[in-house]
Structures are given as C-alpha cells and as structure tokens.
C-alpha cells in the first residue's frame, strides 16, 4: 500500500513493492501515462527516465494521446535515457537515442535540448559512463524512471549478477539478450551490438519514483521472481523491493506466476484514488 499526502504525489512511506494488475498493455499504458501526466502537473519539468523496446511503447502512445488532447502539458519535461548501445555510429536507426528522439521526444513535442543520454560512441566509454551519471544528478535527480524487464530479470542492461549497488557503466550483453533483442536488427543477431552503457542498480534506485511495466506469459516467471522471490543479484529486477515507491504494472499474463496475486488486486482495488499511482 502506498501513502500519500493529498494534493502531492510525494511519498511517506511504502510496505513493499505495489503491484497493479491490469486487463493488458493498452490499460497499463493509459495507467502509467495518468501518472505522468499528474507528476506533470505538480512538476512541468520533472526529469522522466524512458526505457526502450516494445514494453514502455503503450506509455508513450497514451502519453502523447493526453498531450495532443490537451489534457496534459509536457511542453517542460526533461527526458534521459535508460541505456544505450556502445559503438553504434551516430544516428543509427537503433540506436536508443534514435530510439527515444523517434518514440519520445518528436511525439511529445519536445526538442533535443530537452533530452540527455549517454555518448555510446565515445573514445573514452569509462569516461562517458561516469560523466552522465554525474549529469542526471547535477540535473536534479530522475522524478520517474520507467523499467521493463527481460525474460531473465535484467532491468536496464543490468544483466544476472549485476551489482545492486552498480553506478552507469559498461557491460555485456548476454547471448539471450541479444537473441531476444534481434527483432530490432532484421532479426540478425550479428547486427546486435555485444556492449552497451547503462544505468546502474544503484544509479537507477536514485530516481524518486520507478515504474516497471511488464506484459505477456514470457515475462511471468522474471516478474514473479522480482516481487516474491528474495531480493538477489541473480534477479537484478528484485532490486526494486529496496526503493521506498517502486510499482510493478502487469497484464493478466506476466501475472500469472504470482502466488499474491489476488491479494495484489485486493488491495489495489481499496486504494483510495487519490493516491494515485
């Protein structure tokens, strides 16, 4: 159960990670973007730290429906990057800056200048990786951060055993990743760069608010195990048991190895709505 004080989207205090289990990804976008739309509302220009891949898309595109509808002003928000590939040349298509400006920035209305990343095609990538995550806390700090989660509980590029404690840096992507990530290269994993830059663990539960969103039977086991299992670096996601206002948005699907999961319902059904999310 969250607690909030009325009137403000700050947090008091928070029991545990608060799962909501909606009917599929299209209510989970509109769910999530509702919450960004009041951080919005009670900050124009909180910094929003966007994930990429086809989980977080449903988000972006309630996102921009509430924008262009006029329900939503985003002309002041910030975005930065979860991650990116290293060694991708500049403006690839796939490229998650690329990625984010296409998905994001352009849809929202905003301009580049409203956008911050990490340099994946730097000399010095030791140096880019510790220079941006001195820029997220020189900007404030990230209001709220949308995670997926791979099929092995990787969140960001924070692959198994990844440090809880990890700041942004360079790692490896695993042969699972890349096949899974393969559809966004003509499903050619030579395609797949094999490094990429992220935000660490640590870097990630710096952010005030974290939003995970997850949907489909492949997801199921890796979310069951974030919420319910021990918090452990084999699951990088469970890392999120140890933020004081973490939510886990599932579809009936990736909810369907949740032993709680009725009481998940339960107690989002009591919610009083001006918690919000």
Known sequence: MVYTTSGSPSQIGRLSVEVVIVP???????LIAAAIGRLLRHKPDALLGVATGSSPLPIYEALTAQVRAGGTDASRARICQLDEYVGLPPGHPESYRSVVLREVVEPLGLTEASFMGPDGSAEDIEGACAAYDRALGEAGGVDLQLLGIGTDGHIGFNEPCSSLASRTRIKTLTEQTRVDNARFFDNDIDQVPHHV???????ILEA???V???????????VAQTVEGP??????ASALQLHPHATVVVDEAAASKLKLADYFRATYAAKPAWQGL
């Open 208 to 210: 005030r608010h974290l």
């Open 212 to 222: 995970l969103l997850a949907t489909g039977e492949g997801k199921a086991e890796a």
């Open 197 to 203: 830059i992220t935000q660490g663990i640590g870097t």
């Open 231 to 236: 918090v452990a670096a084999l699951v990088p």
């Open 24 to 30: 599929d990804a299209k209510a989970g976008g509109e």
